[in-house]
């Protein structure tokens, strides 16, 4: 499986505070059947002020030591990047590294607020669809806003966003409203890929195997395998590329 969405780098966001911590989360992706992982550290100004240059190099570090201590796991960079004004001057500057592509566009992972949806997301949305950015939208089903009201999602269906569902939701726990909305999102069609959003081993480990299995029951195993396999890596495969 293809894990397009974690936090596995040492003492740059809420992650990880230790290298060896990291290659703990990295040995159990593996040991969870996840093959490729892109990792997404925070970009949030006034908090994780980090650039791309920052987490690209962290990760080289990071990728020295999965090979140093044989770990088999294929690691990409991105970033996981809070909905801003900061974000104009960030992709101006280049400090935002992309999943990559879907279709002919650059993917990013964008996230709200966990409180709402934030007012002028739209206006957001269509500045970086005009710079060939599709926005995908992290964990909607964990947003206090969409668990009071899943229309408040509609507008961002209706531009193309596309949508990552964290699995652990999927299996239920992060709780019954985020499984509920997740499970909706399923029906719907409008889930891209699922990813775990991994922190910590014990918390927020990196696991795909319950939400793929959880969904299978909704969407049938073509569909889940769809969204832990084929989708993730339409859109990461040239992070890989030999």
Request: proline share 6%.
């Amino acid at each position: 499986m293809i894990d397009i969405h974690c936090h596995f780098l040492p003492g740059i966001d809420d992650g990880p505070d230790t290298l060896e911590e990291s290659l703990d989360l990295a040995r159990l992706a593996v040991k969870n059947g996840i093959t490729h992982t892109v990792i997404t550290p925070h970009i949030h100004a006034g908090r994780w002020e980090n650039t791309s240059p920052i987490i690209k190099a962290i990760a080289l570090d990071f990728k020295r030591a999965l090979l140093e201590n044989d770990i088999p796991l294929q690691v990409g960079v991105a970033a996981e990047v809070r909905i801003g004004v900061e974000i104009m001057d960030q992709i101006n500057n280049r400090q935002i590294p992309f999943l990559g592509r879907w279709g002919n566009k650059k993917v990013m992972l964008l996230e709200m607020p966990h409180s709402h949806v934030p007012m002028g997301i739209e206006r957001l949305v269509s500045w970086l669809l005009e710079r060939n950015i599709l926005p995908m939208v992290a964990h909607p089903e964990r947003n206090k806003d969409i668990h009071r009201r899943l229309s408040k999602l509609d507008p961002l269906i209706e531009m193309g966003c596309l949508f990552q569902v964290t699995a652990s939701s999927v299996a239920g726990q992060f709780g019954e409203p985020s499984r509920t909305r997740a499970i909706q999102l399923l029906e719907k069609g409008v889930v891209t890929v699922l990813a775990s959003d991994a922190h910590n081993a014990k918390y927020r480990p990196p696991e795909l195997h319950r939400g793929r299995d959880a969904a299978a029951e909704i969407i049938g195993e073509d569909g889940a395998y769809r969204l832990v396999l084929d989708n993730p890596w339409a859109i990461v495969s040239d992070q890989f590329a030999t």
